[in-house]
């Protein structure tokens, strides 16, 4: 803006000579146009020739006491860049870019459009006016429109059409009140098979693997059911299904033992192990770190192997659902910010098949 006032001014300046002296004007103007050309040329002699802002302001102010036929014998420049300089210098009187910046109006802070985001995906029912509202009451003062704004860009649809849950909060919610179960088996150094029942809670993802041995009843697997139901006490009010297969096991006096806690037992389809996926999973887990690294006598021995493997699963072994804590940890420890200061201890689990870490109090 100040450019082109001064270029503006420059150019009436030097065509008041030209209203006085119209002969002389032309000439004197040719010389001035020669002379800042040498003085560009003397300081690039050891580069190509570049014109500043201030050599294109004057060439340009001058070429209004010049003929436009002569300009090309006494300009170091073609015509046609002498016009597009004179351009762009007149268009920088109506450039209002620098001055809306300035006095237009603010842009929305990136932590409110991140606020706004959030909302809009922890509250699927609420529209940009319910969230206006939640904003206003926490202290952002923003306008609807800048939040429906915010929503169209980052491609949310309104309230209506993303009410509903997605698959992954709809199990979220459920896991919570759900707990499965299911067989595995471990074969001895000697061949000898042994059947061990395990429970699973899908909220906390805490094990319990309630016991081992040679042959599993049905009666067997009600009593591991009431010795599960005696462990959890209070906390069986907390859970509402209980999830199993079709095995035969499974007899009516173990599903009374959750319907006597007001839980419903479901049932997953035959031959479909995915509908029991977080249960089959623990299960190769358990083969992965544990069984597969220990050899296993008999029946005592596999019971103090799972129990260890259990707490160690329960008290200290990250799970990626739980935001990387163990199912027995209720949050994340403080961070450690000097490491050289702190001394790092080592557990070996099963022998060393298993390492746990803790820094010395």
């Not at 003085?39 to 002699?45: F, I």
């Not at 419903?264 to 544990?290: F, K, Q």
């Amino acid at each position: 803006m100040i450019v082109s006032l001064l270029y503006r001014a420059a150019r009436t300046l030097l065509s008041i000579p030209g209203v006085l002296l119209r002969r002389d004007t032309a000439k004197d103007a040719e010389l001035l146009v020669l002379r800042h050309e040498n003085t560009v040329l003397r300081r690039q002699l050891k580069g190509p020739v570049r014109f500043e802002t201030t050599d294109r302001f004057w060439l340009s102010a001058l070429s209004s006491l010049i003929p436009r036929r002569r300009w090309a014998k006494n300009f170091p420049v073609t015509p046609g860049t002498l016009l597009a300089w004179h351009r762009r210098l007149l268009a920088n009187q109506w450039n209002r870019s620098a001055r809306r910046g300035r006095n237009g109006r603010p842009p929305t802070a990136a932590a409110l459009k991140k606020l706004v985001l959030r909302l809009a995906r922890e509250n699927p029912q609420w529209g940009h006016r319910r969230i206006q509202g939640e904003l206003a009451r926490l202290g952002h003062p923003i306008a609807p429109s800048t939040v429906w704004q915010i929503l169209t860009t980052a491609g949310i649809d309104p309230a209506p059409r993303r009410s509903g849950p997605s698959w992954r909060e709809f199990l979220t919610a459920q896991a919570e009140g759900i707990i499965a179960a299911d067989f595995f088996h471990v074969d001895t150094v000697l061949g000898t098979r042994l059947y061990a029942m395990v429970f699973l809670e899908h909220g906390t993802r805490r094990l319990h693997i309630t016991g081992v041995t040679t042959h599993p009843t049905g009666q067997w697997a009600t009593q591991q059911a009431r010795n599960l139901a005696a462990d959890l006490g209070t906390r069986m009010e907390s859970l509402r299904f209980a999830l199993r297969d079709r095995d035969a096991k499974y007899t009516e006096s173990f599903d009374a033992v959750f319907t006597a806690e007001d839980m419903d037992v479901l049932l997953s389809a035959p031959r479909a192990p995915r509908m029991n996926a977080h249960c089959e999973r623990v299960i190769g887990t358990i083969r992965r770190e544990a069984l597969d690294h220990v050899l296993v006598v008999n029946e005592a021995h596999a019971r103090r192997v799972l129990a260890e493997y259990q707490d160690h699963y329960n008290r200290h072994r990250p799970h990626q659902a739980r935001d990387q804590r163990p199912p027995n940890a209720p949050d994340q420890p403080a961070a450690v910010t000097d490491l050289d200061g702190r001394r790092l201890l080592r557990t070996r689990v099963l022998g060393g098949a298993i390492n746990q870490y803790r820094y010395a109090s």
